[in-house]
């Protein structure tokens, strides 16, 4: 069975840190670019950050300098690693994997990933 499985989520205080993560199984994540959404209640879903093949970074300008992304190929798992957290940071997160070339330059077009998690919370409250 394809799937990703994300982990990690949950409640935290504003300027804390948490670490999501995303695990592929069935299938390896070497060829593939990943990318974390985000889905606050009330808002469209949106685009964080991803890594593409290279391993070179797109950001979302509301996370640039406390969000990092980094995959772990001997784990077959991309990590979300969230710092200074905000209360606008809470919303459901999503990992999405899709193959691309290792040229190929990630973004957040939704169509580019066919790999989707279930999603996992993340509720920043003090």
């Known amino acids: 069975q394809l799937q990703l499985v994300e982990s990690g989520g949950g409640l935290v205080q504003p300027g804390e840190s948490l670490r999501l993560s995303c695990e592929a199984s069935?299938?390896?994540?070497?060829?593939?670019?990943i990318a974390w959404f985000r889905q606050a209640p009330g808002k469209e879903r949106e685009g964080v950050l991803c890594?593409?093949?290279?391993?070179?970074?797109s950001y979302a300008d509301s996370v640039k300098g406390r969000f990092t992304v980094s995959r772990d190929k001997a784990k077959n798992t991309v990590y979300l690693q969230m710092n200074s957290l905000k209360p606008e940071d809470t919303a459901v997160y999503y990992c999405?994997?899709?193959?691309?070339?290792?040229?190929?330059?990630?973004?957040?077009?939704?169509?580019?990933?066919?790999?989707w998690g279930q999603g996992i919370q993340v509720t920043v409250s003090s």
């Open positions: 069935g299938f390896t994540l070497d060829s593939h670019a």
């Open positions: 999405a994997s899709g193959w691309h070339s290792v040229g190929w330059v990630c973004n957040f077009g939704e169509y580019e990933y066919d790999y």
């Open positions: 890594i593409s093949v290279s391993d070179s970074n």
